[in-house]
Every structure is written in structure tokens, then in C-alpha cells.
């Protein structure tokens, strides 16, 4: 009699090395369009730490890696796992590497101030202060920056009024924020901020204990007297609201506008059809690729199939949410532009137990920019070539370093 075959052994795939080369303005990376194609599921190299990981491009894949238990967040931390950058951007103790309960825990705590009804006050205040920048580019005049005088300005007011950061502090934390949430500066760089802003949070807390307040310093002062977290939970909370919500926002919505006046028809429509403007933020939240490479890892904890391959256990792991926005299987015609788009469940915040919780924070205020730009500069146009604009150097987040603008 023959034996029995063992079960079938498929060899892994080879490990591709990804150059992570800057890709001009807002295109694709033709390494992603290339695995979302032609290799849904591979193993790939990234240009810092150890080892490899496996890249899973797919909508569905990506769907069930980001909210399947048997991903952890928790057991990446602290790891060092082949990674987009020399230092480990979030603190071990951030809610970017909880799993529950710990995450739930963590998430609780900072809830209050991102519900609807606080996103709806702070739009109050984020019409006003666009406003107020209108008219300083209306005095001043064309040309300019428009990441100088909006795109930067809106989100530092905006995320340090909902932390309770005071005005005169919140240079210092842009400074420290550039140089985490980037890879184009040395370990020992990146990790000077990251020690300078914990501090600063740590001491902000301090200041704020026994006080009332709904801001998020406030809400942190007091769970953390209440014991329902450690000091370097809080300080990390703050932490990742602060740095996320100052540079996610200021990024996207600028190349929100570049695409915009860059893509032909995209300001026109807007122009003559501005009930279109909360589609037409979701279709461009799908459509840019808002990060360089990867995020955050997750590790398999039992072997688990994805796609056509089983990854075993112990193997690290990254979703890619860009190349998810841009699955045929998942949206028609995903690389381009419509505005139109009915049944648009793009994955820009994430999917499953981290999804961004400030989502609505965030949609509210690129709403707020394009629709201030356009009432009060319904003619504006990029003031040089398109070529001219200079993007960020290897960055996290993509981003125009400028955005010179007339009307
Ligand atoms: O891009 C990253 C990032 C962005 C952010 O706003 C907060 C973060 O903690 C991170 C991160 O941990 C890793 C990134 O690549």
C-alpha cells in the first residue's frame, strides 16, 4: 500500500527587495500596483531592521489582516521587524500597538472628545480660524504658500485646541513631529523629538491634574488620576493625536488641493457644484496614496491563510490600505478620479479595532479648507508648473514641502 502524500508543502515566495524610491508628486508607487496585480500576497524587504514581511494588497486581505484576532499589534512592539524606518515611530505603549482589551482600554479614555457633537463645535471654530487665514492670504496677496498660510495653520490650531496645547508651545511640537514621522533623518534625530514631545506631554498632564476641561489633556489628566491607565499610555495617546492630527491632515489636504488644480475639471466641478464637496473629499481620501511603503506591522499567531498562501505563525505582516483603495475587485475604474462614485467604502482610516478615530475630526477639516478656498478664492490655480512643486523627501506621509498658489 503507498502512503498518504504528506499535506501539499508550498515553497514561499521569494522575498522581493522594495526600493522605497521617491515617486513623483501623486502617483502610484509602481511597486504596490505591481503586487496588487500580479502578486496579491508576497514577502517583501524594507529598507530598516531585520528579516522580512509578508505585504497583503488586497481590499478583502486587507480587510480580514486588520480585523482578524490572530493579528497582533502587541506582539510587533518593541521588535525589531523590517520596517519603513530607522526608529520605531510609536511609543511600545501607543494605542497603534494595543490589542484588546488593552486597546479598548486605551481608546475609552479619549473617546469624549472626538464624538460628533465635539467634532461639530470645533467645525465652529475651524470655519472661523480659515476665515481669519483667508483674509491674511487676501492682505497678503498672490503668490503664496498655501501649505504656510492654510494647510499647516488650520490643522496646528484645530489638533492643539482639542489637546489643550497653548499657543506658544505648538512651534516646538511641529518641529518634533517633522522629525518623527519621517524616515529622512537619523535614529538618534528621530528619537531626541520623540523623548522632547513625551516630555512635554508628561509635564502637560502634570499641569493639567485635578483641572476640568473637556479637552483631551484634560480627559487624560483625570483617567490617569483615576488610575485607568499608566503614565506612558497617557503620554503616548497624546502623543499619536497630536503628531497624526497636525501631519495627516496638513499632507492630505494639500494634496487634496494639488490634485484639484492639478487633475482638469476636479475645481471646475466644485466650483459649480459645491453640494458635491463631502463626496468629493471621500473620493480623494480613497484615491491619494497619503503614505509612503507601509505602516505598522501586525505578527501571525496561529498560521493563518490570506488570499492563496497560509502565513505561519510568528511571520510579520503589513496591509496595505493604499493598495486596497485601488482593488478592481472593489471599486470600478479605481484609478481615477469620479467624484460621482456611489458605494465608495474606501479603507483611508483603516479598518477594524484601530480605524482612525478621528476620522470625522479629520474629514471636517479638509471640508472646512477647499470649501473657505473656495468661496473666497473660487479662481485659484497653482502660481508655477505643476513640475516645479517640490514633494517631501522620503516620507511617511506624502506630501507637497510647498504649494505655491495665485488667483
Ligand atoms: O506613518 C506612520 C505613522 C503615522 C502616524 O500619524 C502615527 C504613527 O504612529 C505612525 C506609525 O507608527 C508608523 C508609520 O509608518
Known amino acids: 500500500m503507498t502512503e498518504l502524500l504528506p499535506p501539499t508543502v508550498t515553497t514561499p515566495p521569494p522575498v522581493h527587495l522594495w526600493d522605497l524610491e521617491d515617486v513623483p508628486e501623486m502617483e502610484f508607487d509602481p511597486f504596490l500596483a505591481r503586487q496588487l496585480r500580479e502578486e496579491p500576497v508576497s514577502r517583501i524587504r524594507l529598507p530598516y531592521g531585520t528579516g ?6 488586497r481590499y478583502e486581505d486587507v480587510r480580514l489582516v486588520t480585523s482578524d484576532p490572530r493579528f497582533s499589534r502587541t506582539e510587533v512592539a518593541g521588535k525589531d521587524v523590517t520596517r519603513m524606518s530607522p526608529h520605531q515611530v510609536a511609543a511600545n505603549e501607543a494605542v497603534g500597538y494595543a490589542d484588546p482589551p488593552e486597546h479598548t482600554r486605551l481608546r475609552r479614555t479619549v473617546a469624549k472628545a472626538f464624538t460628533s457633537r465635539r467634532v461639530d463645535s470645533l467645525r465652529v471654530r475651524a470655519r472661523r480660524i480659515a476665515d481669519e487665514l483667508a483674509d491674511t492670504m487676501a492682505d497678503h496677496g498672490p503668490p503664496l ?5 492654510l494647510h499647516r495653520p488650520l490643522p496646528m490650531a484645530v489638533t492643539s485646541e482639542l489637546m489643550g496645547v497653548p499657543e506658544p508651545d505648538r512651534p516646538a511640537l511641529a518641529r518634533c513631529t517633522e522629525l518623527i514621522l519621517s524616515a529622512a533623518h537619523s535614529r538618534e534625530d528621530s528619537e531626541r523629538a520623540q523623548q522632547e514631545i ?12 485635578g483641572e476640568r476641561g473637556d479637552d483631551v489633556a484634560a480627559l487624560l489628566a483625570a483617567e490617569l488620576a483615576q488610575g485607568h491607565l499608566s503614565e506612558g499610555e497617557a503620554v503616548a495617546l497624546a502623543v499619536t493625536i497630536q503628531i497624526s492630527g497636525l ?5 492630505n489636504s494639500a494634496n487634496m488641493v494639488y490634485l484639484l488644480l492639478t487633475r482638469p475639471g476636479l475645481w471646475d466641478r466644485l466650483r459649480s457644484d459645491p453640494a458635491v464637496l463631502p463626496a468629493a473629499v471621500e473620493e480623494l481620501l480613497r484615491y491619494i496614496p ?16 490570506v488570499g492563496e498562501v497560509v502565513i505561519p505563525a510568528g511571520d510579520i505582516v503589513y496591509a496595505s ?30 479598518h477594524g479595532q484601530h480605524h482612525c478615530l478621528a476620522a470625522m475630526l479629520a474629514r471636517m477639516e479638509s471640508e472646512v479648507m477647499l470649501s473657505t478656498l473656495l468661496r473666497r478664492f ?5 502660481a508655477v508648473p505643476a513640475e516645479e512643486i517640490t514633494w517631501t523627501p522620503r516620507p511617511l506621509i506624502r506630501g507637497p514641502r510647498a ?3 495665485a488667483w
Open 290 to 305: 497619503h503614505r509612503r511603503g507601509v505602516g505598522i506591522g501586525r505578527i501571525a499567531t496561529e498560521d493563518v491563510a
Open 321 to 350: 490600505y493604499l493598495t486596497a483603495n485601488r482593488d478592481p475587485a472593489a471599486f470600478e475604474d479605481p484609478d481615477r478620479i469620479d467624484f460621482d462614485r456611489t458605494d465608495n467604502a474606501h479603507v483611508s482610516f483603516g
Open 145 to 149: 504658500d498655501l501649505v504656510a498660510h
Open 198 to 209: 513625551q516630555a512635554y506631554f508628561g509635564t502637560l498632564l502634570q499641569s493639567r491634574a
Open 403 to 405: 504649494l505655491p498658489v
Open 378 to 382: 473660487p479662481d485659484l490655480r497653482l
Open 52 to 57: 522580512h514581511a509578508w505585504l497583503v494588497t
Open 247 to 251: 501631519h495627516a491632515v496638513t499632507n
